[in-house]
């Protein structure tokens, strides 16, 4: 009889998660809060900046559309730069970096806020002047990114990896 009863658990267990498994994906609006988040943008290698904006993209688009529907003023952005990406908001690299630093011109008239580390700055030779206008040029990217995170800001460290395959090849 305890036997018959394990069994009879199991079994009515089993058909109450099926059509848990049986069915297609759902979809969820997560009810998202205003957003505040510090990026930490520290790569091998300057171009490596093109893919970590998408990053910053990809939040504030998915905030601004529907259902959320949030004004880019409602989110609290800020770009900590201290790696080999630092030439690419040097001014006299324009030119050679021009689609990313209209990119980042676009996002910073959209109040994302966009912080050099003065001690990478010092590494490479530039002063303040020396940066776009839309340039914060701090102290220190550690002490900016800890700072942030006081105020209870979420730190986001993107992750760049080389496409090896096309979506087409490996869905």
């Not at 040097?90 to 030119?95: C, T």
């Not at 003065?118 to 700072?147: K, M, R, T």
């Given at each position: 009889?305890?036997?018959?009863?394990?069994?009879?658990?199991?079994?009515?267990?089993f058909?109450?998660?099926?059509?848990?498994?049986?069915?297609?994906?759902?979809?969820?609006?997560?009810?998202?809060?205003?957003?505040?988040?510090?990026?930490?943008?520290?790569?091998?290698?300057?171009?490596d900046?093109?893919?970590?904006?998408?990053?910053?993209?990809?939040?504030?688009?998915?905030?601004?559309?529907?259902?959320?529907?949030?004004?880019p003023?409602?989110?609290?952005?800020?770009?900590?730069?201290h790696?080999?990406?630092?030439?690419?908001?040097?001014?006299?690299?324009?030119?050679?970096?021009k689609?990313?630093?209209d990119?980042?011109?676009?996002f910073s008239?959209?109040?994302?806020?966009?912080?050099?580390?003065g001690l990478?700055?010092?590494?490479?030779?530039?002063?303040?002047?020396?940066?776009?206008g839309?340039?914060?040029v701090?102290?220190?990217a550690?002490?900016?990114?800890?700072?942030?995170?006081?105020?209870?800001?979420?730190?986001?460290?993107?992750?760049?990896?080389?496409?090896?395959?096309?979506?087409?090849?490996?869905?």
């Amino acid at each position: 009889m305890k036997h018959l009863l394990k069994k009879i658990i199991l079994l009515s267990l089993f058909a109450f998660t099926l059509p848990l498994f049986a069915e297609g994906a759902g979809y969820v609006e997560t009810p998202y809060a205003e957003p505040q988040v510090v990026y930490d943008f520290y790569f091998n290698e300057p171009e490596d900046i093109n893919s970590a904006l998408y990053w910053v993209r990809s939040l504030m688009n998915s905030l601004m559309e529907e259902p959320y529907s949030m004004d880019p003023e409602m989110m609290d952005i800020v770009v900590v730069i201290h790696g080999m990406e630092i030439v690419t908001v040097a001014s006299k690299n324009y030119e050679r970096y021009k689609v990313a630093v209209d990119r980042m011109r676009y996002f910073s008239e959209l109040g994302v806020k966009f912080k050099v580390c003065g001690l990478a700055a010092d590494d490479y030779g530039y002063a303040v002047e020396d940066f776009q206008g839309f340039i914060e040029v701090v102290p220190s990217a550690i002490n900016e990114l800890v700072h942030w995170q006081q105020q209870g800001y979420a730190l986001v460290s993107p992750t760049i990896l080389s496409k090896k395959y096309s979506i087409d090849e490996i869905r």
